[in-house]
């Protein structure tokens, strides 16, 4: 993603759910620059259930945002 | 599921919490990818009352765009 | 409720609440199924100042997909 | 309020505000019902910073669904 | 404010970001009224980094009722 | 952005990504004044994986609020 998003919408659920996970990803990026802290960290959450899911919660936000944007599972 | 989200509305609330369920569930898999560490942790979690909350709470965002989009309760 | 949600709007703010408990609780259920193991559970957050705090913020998402369904307080 | 919320709109955002407060505390009364053990955990967030900022989350989940409803500060 | 909220809408971004600030003050001062202890917690909140992330969490709760009442940044 | 926010729009996801952090730590600015204090804590939440996530869900939030307001991804 570079650090740049798209402005077109996503097509399917799936894609948008893919989105979802790089807007949360977006902010971890811009808060912890340095990849090899973000790198030696992420034991840290993807061994620990707890912290799991609070990345879904925020995935489940962001998500939110696009199916309501896009209209995902409406009429 | 697979890793694939439906692209058709879910017809009633019980199927969309179900659907909310798997939204939630997703993000897990999709950041902690190995089942057998995703197994290990499932004790911390499934038998850890303020775990089990935040699972709930995750899902009660995903089940807010689902109602949202199929107008579940409404009018 | 028997892990079945109703179909039909809940028609005052009060059996709406008392729908959005369920809806808390239905995660939890579905998540962990042995009623012995939640049981075994159920100090840890009754009993506990954060937990209950937590639940509630549970039951607050499920009441705003409610209220905003049925129009609660409306005009 | 005694477990009962009314169902015609508050007028004003201060009276949405301590129905917001209401809807937060009616979660922790169906909880845990026994008043005794209420009283007893009160200390445990009221003397804590961050439950009492955890009691303000759920706070103003509340006053979203009532600002909504109500159209606080619109037009 | 005194405890009492604006019915007012705030008209731009920055007045709405403080009412927002303000909306998430209120619960701790209804919900804990001594303002010695609220003067004895403040290090607690104002010198620990989770903490002060959860303030910021409340008051976008806050900032998107009083955003979406009084359409900041539409069209 | 010197505790003012912009009445404009920002144009596209990329931009609105970057106010809602801005919106997002505007909060710990207001509440912590101190920036000495501030830099004091950057470690705790910059090399801290579920501090760093927590910051990622209110940034989620403050998203939400202008992706609704700009429309992105819409149509």
Redesign the interface.
């Known amino acids: 993603m570079d650090?740049?998003?798209?402005?077109?919408?996503?097509p399917?659920?799936?894609e948008g759910?893919d989105l979802a996970?790089e807007?949360?990803?977006?902010?971890?990026k811009?808060?912890?620059a340095d990849p090899a802290?973000r790198e030696r960290?992420?034991p840290?959450?993807?061994?620990?259930?707890?912290?799991?899911?609070?990345?879904?919660?925020?995935?489940?936000?962001?998500?939110?945002?696009?199916?309501?944007?896009?209209?995902?599972?409406?009429?």
């Open positions: 650090n740049c998003l798209p402005t077109r919408p996503t399917t659920p799936t759910y996970i807007l949360a990803r977006m902010t971890i811009k808060t912890q802290v960290l992420r840290d959450y993807a061994e620990n259930a707890d912290s799991l899911i609070s990345v879904s919660a925020v995935v489940a936000t962001h998500f939110a945002t696009i199916a309501a944007a896009k209209g995902y599972w409406r009429g």
